[in-house]
């Protein structure tokens, strides 16, 4: 699976604008940086008025934008998809993936700290935070970074999530929308079974990514 | 694969309100409709200065916004996605995919026509053209609607479209970005193999639907 890292911290401490920081330097060191954020109270993304608007309001379900320099979906859902499900069905080419919210998920977090806001992490204790962003200071074996220091976090994140947790995992399975931990050696199984299956389709003979969905009869 | 049928037509020949209409009366009998509007000149989704906004500016490549109702992703591309690869990834479990544009695609395509803009359809010859919904009356041995009667529209694509393609192909396949057909048979044996291979893991013995990346090490 793509690396990914939560940005995490109470409502208002800055996580928007670290994430921004942080993302225009990676980005400028070259990395390809996918975000996905969770917002509980929904959200608006498209225009009143505009095509999409218009027929996604009529009742599709799905509206989908295709352009030469980029594409849009914009999708209902009768249950929240778990992050996991996003990431690997959306975000799994990018070189590292950062969230923002997700604060109960599994994954490693940096938590930003705003002494003008308040001064009590949200995330003190769990065994997945792996720094702060913060101008307090604050008591913690954890490493502290300050508030500008968007260079530093990105050379963490590099450090930290990018170079450690990016040699595993080639296979991603989604199965009846619950994402399937895979262990390498059934990661290696279904990769060589299936890329074997798929090379021997005419055409196919040099398949490298391969994109299976089957849907049950 | 999913049933896709296209509306085409001149510029400002009415697709979008047709097609808000046809969506509306085929949400209402119950069809889930995805839709895949082509923009060849871009298109402009994002509220400026919104979080997603904020972080796409700063070069993230794909940005994704989840909530319990609905989630949103935009993705950059190098170069414009084939619609058979956004649709497979993207609309694949609705009923029926409308798409608006695309008129040099194999997709069967219905042409408005609308007498104060132009008594000249755009797709005339074109073999996969199946209908004209206008108000001019054209030599054709196609059928032809009136442009608003949305609800024979409607019945013509759930006959036509819906109920005639959605019986073949429950696998879908993209090997390197590209789209592969598959024959019913082939797509059997890639069913019936994956699908064993799954469901022998912990945990998936009775996986239905199966989403499987594999990417190139």
Redesign the interface.
Known sequence: MVPIVSIVGKSGSGK?TL???V??E???RGY????????????????EG???W??KK????????????????????L???P?ER?I???????DVVIT?GYKTSWFPKIEVVRKAHSTKPVCAGSKDLIAFVTDVKLKTKLPLMGLNDYKGVATFIVREIIKKRSTSG????????TP?P?KPF?DD???E???G??RS?K??A????????????
Chains 1, 2 share one sequence.
Do not use: N
């Open positions: 928007t994430l921004e920081k993302i225009r990676l980005t400028r390809t940086v996918g975000v996905l954020k969770h917002d509980a109270h929904g959200f608006d993304i498209d225009h505009k095509d999409s218009r027929h009529a009742g599709a379900s799905t509206v989908a934008l295709s352009s030469p320099e980029k594409f849009a979906v914009i999708k209902d859902v249950q929240e998809w992050p996003i690997q069905a959306y975000l799994a080419d990018s923002e080639t296979v991603s399975l989604v199965v009846d929308g399937v895979l059934i199984l279904i990769r079974g299936v890329t299956m798929i389709l055409g196919c040099g398949a490298g990514d391969i994109e299976l969905r089957i849907k049950k009869k």
